[in-house]
């Protein structure tokens, strides 16, 4: 079979991310559900995972990614993603905020314009290619605020400034993340927010929510990615709702690959 043949010149490797991503754990149950043997899901980073897919690319080489949108990689290449009849990696995704208990008494306008913000796949993704193409993240998501001030005055409308209030974003450096998290983190600033931003591992990203450390974050993937840190964490934070919709995780392959479906990994 085509998987086969991949299997032998991949060394039977998946590349993956970060090893507390929910799209990892999600590969690494589709080789037990898809009976997919010798193959194994390795673990990277974003950044590593998409210099991988970019060097195979310039070669028409095979590879197999732990992939998701949104993400400027679809913009870059021509990629698919794999079928997944046994639905391992879920149907589509919304992106979720999160914040603390009490952040709506302590911080009402924070809390507000959190509650407001949502957007769309384009737009997350016009600060996701900026910031590919080497422009500075905060510089990227400067950009955005400043072009799209209507968007923007949707979630700041009748919203009063603050005075300096600190305030703490948590994320994990997915780009799609990095992108939301430099765009909100400024829309906050320009309200008067003194904002911080911390990268974390996913579960300590939720962990710093629940547990009042961290006020807030908008990179909770719903309902599968991160169902397993929801369980561990949601008692104890509440769900502003999804600030985008229709996003997706999955195995991704270039589409000059000779395969369609996870199912055909299978020696
Ligand atoms: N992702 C991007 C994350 C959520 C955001 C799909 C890599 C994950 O798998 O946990």
Do not use: C
Request: glycine share 8%.
């Amino acid at each position: 079979a085509a998987g086969g043949d991949y299997g032998e010149e991949l060394d039977y490797t998946i590349t993956g991310i970060d090893a507390g991503a929910g799209v990892m754990s999600a590969a690494e149950e589709a080789v037990e559900v898809y009976e997919l043997g010798d193959w194994t899901v390795q673990a990277s980073s974003d950044a590593a995972m998409t210099q991988a897919l970019a060097d195979a690319y310039e070669n028409e080489e095979p590879v197999i990614v732990t992939g998701w949108t949104p993400h400027w990689k679809f913009a870059e290449f021509d990629l698919k993603f794999l079928d997944d009849p046994e639905n391992v990696f879920g149907e589509a995704e919304d992106i979720h905020t999160f914040v603390r208990e009490g952040l709506s008494d302590d911080m009402p306008e924070a809390y507000e314009v959190l509650n407001n913000f949502q957007w769309s796949e384009d737009e997350m993704g016009e600060i996701m290619s900026a910031i590919q193409e080497g422009e500075d993240e905060e510089e990227a998501a400067r950009a955005w605020v400043d072009e799209n001030e209507d968007m923007v005055s949707e979630w700041t409308d009748g919203v009063d400034s603050v005075d300096g209030e600190e305030i703490e974003l948590v994320f994990v450096a997915w780009d799609s993340e990095i992108a939301s998290t430099n765009m909100i983190a400024l829309v906050l600033e320009d309200l008067g927010y003194d904002v911080t931003m911390n990268p974390l591992e996913a579960n300590f990203m939720f962990q710093a929510v629940s547990e009042g450390e961290a006020d807030a974050m908008v990179a909770a993937w719903l309902p599968g990615t991160h169902e397993h840190l929801l369980e561990d964490y949601g008692d104890s934070m509440e769900d502003l709702g999804a600030n985008l919709e229709g996003a997706r995780t999955g195995l991704v392959v270039p589409e000059y690959m000779d395969i369609d479906s996870i199912e055909d990994l299978q020696q």
